[in-house]
């Protein structure tokens, strides 16, 4: 069984202007296709999008897809890293078939290494990853596109025997190079087989 990464269900302390997204990002069709902002492999000028992003609300849910182990948990992005990042965290689960997901740019996680997960279980909630008072001039184009807009998002990525955490290429879920990493899988196709209502709460 898999199950859809985001309880969409909204959160009672979101306010509407903490997050960028209407009623239709709700719907199916939030995962992002090749070109849209947040896809796979995304051109963002100095960088390619390692993953895809699933907009939420902050501070929603983020459950595990499948049964898996809790590869490894660790911080994602930081002010200390790049000064217009918040604080976010990954966590990084180890499923049957040899893929490790990697679910970012979490506010906070509820998991530790080695914890047996079935799908459906809470590892996280979703954060917020720009600091709009720290975006000028002197960030990347895309970065600067997003100063009022605060977009909150699960960063998803899929990877096939081993996930890259630390590589002189990659960045915050970004991959600083034009060739895509021979273990880095799109995961659009398997999230859009997905049903996202089955995470919902009653």
């Known amino acids: 069984m898999r199950i859809w990464p985001l309880n969409i269900k909204v959160q009672e302390n979101t306010t509407p202007e903490k997050v960028d997204i209407d ?12 070109g849209e902002a947040g896809s796979f492999w995304e051109n963002r000028g100095d960088r390619y999008h390692c993953g895809v992003d699933l907009y939420a609300p902050e501070n929603t849910e983020v459950v595990s897809v499948e049964r898996g182990i809790v590869a490894e948990t660790g911080l994602m992005t930081s002010p200390e890293i790049l000064p217009y990042w918040n604080p976010t965290y990954y966590v990084i689960i180890e499923q049957s078939r040899g893929l490790f997901c990697k679910y970012g740019e979490l506010a906070g996680f509820t998991v530790k290494k080695g914890d047996e997960i079935e799908p459906g279980d809470l590892i996280g909630r979703v954060g917020m990853v720009l600091n709009s008072k720290k975006i000028d001039g002197f960030c990347p184009l895309y970065i600067q596109k997003l100063k009022n807009k605060n977009p909150s998002m699960l960063h998803f990525e899929v990877w096939e025997n081993e996930p890259v955490v630390t590589h002189r290429n990659y960045l915050g879920g970004n991959w600083f190079a034009e060739e895509i990493p021979e273990n880095l ?4 196709g398997y999230l859009e087989r997905l049903d996202p209502y089955k995470s919902i709460v009653p």
């Open 185 to 188: 899988i799109d995961p659009t």
């Open 23 to 34: 009623n239709a990002s709700l719907k199916k069709t939030q995962v992002p296709q090749k």
